[in-house]
């Protein structure tokens, strides 16, 4: 099978790949190759640095830099040794061509290997190499260093490459000049050494994707925690205020019939409060549409309040938590919302003591001040053989949304014996009248 271009010329598939490993290589060694890249420095959080004294692992960054000068430092070493039998001054100079490029790959390392197989061939012409021509140690050493720092720095696809033309240029180059060539130890040491490195950045690759999309999971998992908590809340408020919408509405309709001739501009009055009313659940209802999922039904019980919370406490116990309840301040109804709210936010702290601190003890304060509400559920250190349950921290999410819808204050954080605690505060404006309530005050249980 073929393509076609615009033209109309057939592509066979060999050309297609022909092109596409050209059109590679040009990118990972051609272009920009003498582009200037620092060597970044390296974290300071690694196990090379945990081995360091505490006053020198700031410097563990630079511990990549030290390890290239030192490879470079051992090709000198290892070329001058290799030179001994020619002038000091030419030898020292052989010594520095070869380390050169070791050096240069802390800044322009596709550079640097062109520059090695560079020096390759005149430091050969000079050196008596026999049959590893055209390496001699020096240049050997130089091309191993330079090959594997190059890889290590680049994509996994370059390790492939650079093994390959160091193949080509041992092969062809002896060819071209007539002398005799043993290539086996340069390509199997090569050949290990950068397939080493592209397995390790390989999976250098791999844990980055993962870690990405670790991270990406949790934001996006905490976006859902966020709308699902919204949508439940957004539910829960029609529910109350849909219930009081509908009160209006009927009162209004029902109260010009128990005045004995009312005036017209009364009804006129409940005509236009009904008809307002009704327009407010409609929009109401239509707005909710966009939040509510399509199976939704909603509930035929009502709503809990704080005067349900005995109940709640009732069932708590009977799972096996030791609870304890305190109310101060005057009780009074409040508005249904904060109600709601005030006992989802008890509700949830009390679920997470129990899965995370089993054994522990805990105990609600409710407090009716003077322009609010707060509440405070506090829960010791988890006690016995049982183990915590891992969660996610979507509960704290969900109360803190609560808490922000209500414009209120909240606060969540463990405590010194090892516990857990929340504390919130929940404004109420307007007036609202004490009522009583059996079987609370304070230190009620």
Do not use: C
């Not at 249904?336 to 003591?353: D, F, H, K, M, P």
């Amino acid at each position: 099978m073929t393509d076609t271009t615009a033209g109309g010329t057939a592509r066979a598939p060999e050309f297609r790949i022909a092109s596409g490993l050209l059109e590679s290589f040009r990118e990972d060694l051609i272009t920009d190759a003498f582009a200037y890249r620092p060597l970044p420095p390296a974290g300071t959080d690694g196990r090379p640095a945990r081995w360091m004294p505490k006053s020198l692992r700031p410097k563990a960054a630079f511990l990549p830099h030290a390890a290239v000068g030192g490879l470079a430092l051992l090709t000198l070493l290892v070329s001058s040794a290799d030179n001994a039998d020619v002038s000091p001054g030419l030898g020292l100079l052989m010594g520095l061509m070869a380390a050169a490029p070791v050096l240069m790959t802390l800044v322009r390392p596709v550079g640097a290997f062109w520059m090695v197989l560079g020096v390759a061939l005149p430091l050969a012409v000079v050196q008596n190499t026999g049959m590893n021509w055209p390496w001699a140690p020096g240049t050997f050493v130089a091309h191993m260093a330079v090959v594997t720092v190059v890889a290590m720095r680049s994509r996994p696809r370059v390790a492939w490459w650079l093994w390959l033309i160091t193949v080509l240029a041992g092969t062809v180059l002896p060819v071209l000049i007539g002398r005799s060539v043993e290539l086996g130890p340069m390509a199997f040491l090569s050949g290990v050494v950068l397939l080493l490195v592209t397995v390790r950045n390989t999976r250098r690759q791999a844990q980055q994707e993962v870690t990405a999309q670790q991270e990406v999971t949790a934001v996006e998992r905490d976006k859902r925690t966020l709308l699902e908590e919204r949508t439940t809340i957004a539910r829960e408020l029609h529910d109350v205020v849909a219930h009081h919408m509908s009160v209006v509405a009927i009162q209004a309709e029902a109260a010009p019939y128990r005045v004995k001739n009312p005036p017209p501009e009364l009804e006129a009055a409940f005509v236009t409060i009904r008809e307002n009313a009704v327009s407010a659940l409609t929009e109401l209802r239509r707005v909710l549409g966009v939040v509510r999922s399509a199976d939704y039904e909603a509930p035929d019980a009502p709503q809990p309040t704080l005067a349900s919370l005995d109940g709640l406490l009732s069932n708590v116990r009977e799972a096996g938590l030791s609870v304890e309840k305190t109310v101060t301040g005057a009780v009074r109804e409040l508005p249904q919302g904060v109600e709601l709210s005030a006992y989802r936010i008890i509700q949830e702290a009390l679920s997470n003591t129990l899965r995370h601190a089993p054994g522990s003890t805990a105990s609600v304060e409710v407090s009716y001040v003077l322009g609010g509400l707060g509440i405070r559920v506090v829960n010791g250190a988890p006690t016995g053989d049982a183990r915590p349950s891992p969660g996610a921290g979507h509960g704290i999410t969900g109360m803190r949304e609560r808490v922000a819808m209500l414009e209120g204050e909240m606060t969540a954080g463990e405590t010194g014996s090892g516990g857990y605690e929340v504390a919130v505060f929940i404004p109420v404006r307007g007036r609202t009248e004490p009522v009583a309530e059996p079987g609370t005050g304070a230190g009620a249980a």
